[in-house]
């Protein structure tokens, strides 16, 4: 019966986006030059954008497209270009047991946590209202009503966020920044 | 027939090990950071899910402050790792122990 779900049209999308977003993940788990690990966690990028397009989160995907595929995703290209790291260096490559054991420990935590999610409370499937009319809770209009709404605690984060974010920035400048004049005279 | 959600959270936990294995075996600073967004995409993946077939809005919420609070890890650690690559040539994580740890 669920098997069937995945042979829908819904089903082709989200098989077609769960094989890429793996494949990709893969990759960025094993590619040596860090450049080409860097472009597949793009397309991992892209496709959990279009799982977010499947399960009605409009907004999110696009704002998953521009910050996470758009902005960050240049921020480590810009740094990994700058670092001069985009040649395979022979000097990362793995090491036996520690390889062995750091895999073999994320295959059994995430055995056991599909275990729990595949044996819990199986086929929880969508309320059927959110079938018929279809929810637009993802769209710009339905985040922002629920976002900046007082009675909700949202936007008290949200506001906090904006202070989040000035800290980062300033902490960004202060580290990459140009020295000061008496670190210079000391190095 | 729609899709059930343990689809959905599994897919999460495959993505969410992906990145428990890069971050574990990787030696590049900024290859364990990419590990830890694809860790972050994983949870994010997971939040939607649960929020889109519980009916409840706080996932997309939660997913927002995630994505904020990833752009404001990335911009710092890039920071530091830049500020690392000023004073040593090696940025390689097994050679940086000047904290002792």
């Known amino acids: 019966m669920t098997l069937q779900a995945l042979l829908s049209g819904q089903g082709l999308m989200f098989l077609f986006f769960a094989v890429a977003a793996i494949a990709s993940g893969i990759l960025v788990v094993i590619l040596q030059n860090p450049l080409r690990a860097a472009l597949s966690l793009v397309i991992n990028l892209f496709s959990v954008a279009g799982l977010y397009l499947s399960l009605n989160a409009y907004f999110l995907a696009t704002v998953q497209v521009i910050v996470y595929a758009g902005a960050i995703m240049v921020l480590f290209l810009f740094v990994i270009m700058l670092l001069n790291m985009g040649q395979a260096n022979l000097n990362t490559s793995y090491r036996g047991v520690r390889t062995i054991i750091a895999f073999s420990s994320a295959i059994g935590f995430g055995g056991l946590m599909s275990a729990v999610a595949l044996k819990g409370q199986p086929n929880v499937m969508l309320p059927a209202d959110a079938m018929v009319t279809g929810s637009s809770a993802g769209s710009v209009e339905g985040i922002g009503k629920v976002l900046y709404n007082p009675n909700l605690p949202w936007l008290f984060a949200f506001e906090w966020t904006s202070f989040l974010l000035l800290v980062a920035v300033i902490g960004a400048v202060v580290l990459a920044g140009k020295r000061q004049q008496p670190s210079e005279d000391k190095a | 027939m ?100």
């Open chain 2, 2 to 101: 729609s899709i059930p959600l343990n689809y959905y959270i599994v897919l999460s936990m495959i993505l969410f090990s992906l990145g428990i294995a890069g971050v574990t075996t990787r030696r590049n600073p900024i290859l364990i950071f990419m590990s830890i967004e694809l860790m972050l995409n994983a949870v994010n993946l997971s939040l939607i899910a649960f929020g889109r077939y519980l009916g409840d809005a706080g996932g997309q919420m939660l997913t927002i402050f995630v994505m904020a609070v990833a752009a404001a890890e990335v911009s710092v650690g890039l920071g530091i790792l830049i500020a690392i690559f000023r004073t040593k040539d090696n940025v390689d994580v097994d050679v940086l122990n000047g904290l002792k740890g």
